[in-house]
């Protein structure tokens, strides 16, 4: 059984950042793409940015090209998402996934196996 845990979030003015990560246990990360998603409160969940097996293909949101980068260590089965000039509009609970689709370019929730519970974000502002 594959397990998602995140961990990085909490409270950060405008224009900070976070570094969140996410550690896989139960299979080694290098077999999927891994994305991050968000929740806002009274919002569907949105795609935040994926990275391929080795890190070769990257996609973002468009509101987050430019301030946040997705990266992965294979060998420490181990995801991260690090959000520079953080807006009040990023506030958002963040979902690491993983997907077990050959499809580069996933961005739907639907591509993707497996969930973390979750680590929240707060920007004030």
């Known amino acids: 059984q594959v397990q998602l845990v995140e961990s990085g979030g909490g409270l950060v003015q405008a224009g900070g950042s976070l570094r969140l990560s996410c550690a896989v246990s139960?299979?080694?990360?290098?077999?999927?793409?891994m994305g991050w998603f968000r929740q806002a409160p009274g919002k569907e969940r949105e795609f935040v940015a994926s990275i391929s097996w080795g890190g070769v293909n990257i996609n973002y949101e468009d509101s987050v090209k430019g301030r946040f980068s997705i990266s992965r260590d294979n060998a420490k089965d181990t995801l991260y998402l690090q959000m520079n000039n953080l807006k009040p509009e990023d506030t958002a609970a963040y979902y690491c996934?993983?997907?077990?689709?050959?499809?580069?370019?996933?961005?739907?929730?639907?591509?993707?196996?497996?969930w973390g519970r979750g680590t929240q974000v707060t920007v004030s502002s």
């Open positions: 996934a993983a997907s077990e689709t050959d499809n580069t370019r996933a961005s739907d929730s639907r591509d993707f196996n497996y």
């Open positions: 139960g299979r080694t990360i290098v077999r999927y793409i």
